[in-house]
């Protein structure tokens, strides 16, 4: 590949990266429950100037380790409280990971070309573009499985001991950092991802007598954190690892609790604008197993965790992300393959897919956005049309692309990267408003800002909310209303008593609370209900679709 080709294909990676993760960054508000969460963490962790024990409203919140939430804070630290702030360690996290799979298939194939590809992607498929710019941990624990998987590949691929070595170590460091990311998964799906292919090669000596090595690297690596935590709250261990791990992946009890099958449409959703190159992808990884055994190491990492969250009970479609850096590696070389061999079949199949993908899409929100006389209750009102106009768009740009894709097959595949480019842009002012006031809370507490400055005590009865008005105002004493929800473990420690008020006690907590200053109380409403006439009258009342505020002004 020429210097010149090489830069073009440089300037366009960068340059859609800079459209899709970072250009939108600031334009969305920041949805709850998970996003105002691990703002909140991390501007309390700021705030009080400890990187060891996580606070949430300022309890003690044990639900993930530290090493995310550093990311969170650093962001914070450089860009300040803002929305960008929250999300750019997942941006980052997301081009390391980006920069990882470049470097990978570059060192897999010799290739710039199928590298470029492979980084191209990745990034525009539709799962890691839209939790990569979504402040979440999975974005970083997907770095340090990335970087787990890339480290095994020169395990098991160099010979010279010094090299052997480092990998080794390389890889208990990333095999560490993601343990302190999100807890003992991050050493479990390494394991898992290599097992197929250490039997394959009967590479069990090599596990054996190199593994501690890795072992002995990851423990170094967290043991200060991991006993500095245990100092500080000797619990912490007892509750991360049998609630955490053993309720959420393995009880009947479990959250998020899903059938086995569940992960096959996120698959399929999350593969686009890519999907029409999947099962090919796929194939070549096993029938192509023994003269590229490379191929197989990729199979192996996508399916092998894929298998395991589909098996265990608690599931969430963020849980597959570390599954598409190989499937974008497996993606590009197959794509590579079809373009020499002339059979484009795969690729016309991916523009169709793209094009009637984009079509029903942009019809569905027709009709749902009550531009149209359908019997449908529209999820627009008649004031949202250019919302809804913007959303219509979106898909229209997306089936565009495909059928730009159609075109010319071998020379415009390119164009499937476009289809997601102008929803991520622009997806941030398609959202409904009904959606907007449910999940985007800071909207609502924008409004009523003078009210809740004013307040000498905040409650609500909803965490998403809480962590979203604790954002807005900086301040973490926010109590909780009638529901702990995940706050049940931090508020059964006895000093947080008084961060908790049931609706019983309420009406007397109230009497006392309105001597010391003005209350407001934030309501999360049942669909097509007010405020429940239970409560003490408020001095002023605002309600916003399913959002209420109740004022109470300070006693005379």
Known sequence: MSKTIKGMWSTIILVF??????????????????????????????????????????LRYFEKPVAGYWFNNISQMIFGDSNFAVRFGSVFSTMLSAILVFWLANLMWRNRQTAYTATLIYLSTTLVFSIGTYSVLDPMITLWMTAA??????????SRTPQKALSWIALGLACGMGFMTKGFLALALPVIAVLPIIWREKRFKTLLGWGPLAVLSAVILSLPWVLAIAHREPDFWNYFFWVEH???????????????????????????PWLGLLPGALRDGWTKRVVRPELFFLLSWAIMPLI???????????????????????????LAQIRQSEKLRALKANGIINTVFGVLMAVAVLVISGLLPFHIKATY?????????????????????????????????YWAAICPLVLALLVGQAIPQKVMDSKQPQAFLTKNLALLQDSRYVLT???????????????????????????????????????????????????????????????????????????????QTVQIDRQALLFYKKLP
């Open 246 to 272: 053993i309720q959420r992946f393995a009880e009947s009890n479990a959250q998020h609790k899903a059938p086995f099958w569940y992960y096959l449409p996120v698959l399929c959703l999350g593969a686009l």
């Open 308 to 334: 395991f969250f589909s098996i265990a009970k608690g599931k969430l479609p963020t849980y597959i992300l570390p599954c598409f850096a190989p499937l974008a590696l497996l993606m590009a070389d197959h």
């Open 17 to 58: 990266f800079a459209l899709v993760y970072l250009v939108p960054l600031n334009t969305r508000l920041l949805w709850q429950p998970d996003e105002t969460r691990y703002a909140e963490v991390s501007r309390e962790m700021l705030q009080r100037g400890d990187w060891v024990v996580p606070h949430l409203l300022g």
């Open 149 to 158: 998987m890339v480290a095994s590949y020169f395990c098991l691929r160099v």
């Open 381 to 413: 009102t008649p004031a949202e049309s250019q919302r809804a106009m913007i959303g219509i768009l979106c898909f229209a740009v997306w089936a565009l692309a495909g059928v730009m894709s159609l075109t010319d097959l071998k020379k415009r595949w």
């Open 461 to 539: 009865d909803n965490v998403g909310v809480a962590t979203a008005v604790a954002w807005t105002l900086k301040r973490s004493d926010i109590l909780m209303f009638d529901e702990k929800g995940e706050l049940q473990y931090g508020l059964s420690y006895p000093d947080a008593k008084d961060s908790f008020v049931d609706s019983a006690s309420f009406p007397a907590w109230l009497q006392k609370a309105r001597e010391e200053g003005n209350v407001s109380v934030i309501l999360r409403l049942d669909r097509n209900t007010g405020v429940k006439s239970n409560l003490p009258t408020a001095d």
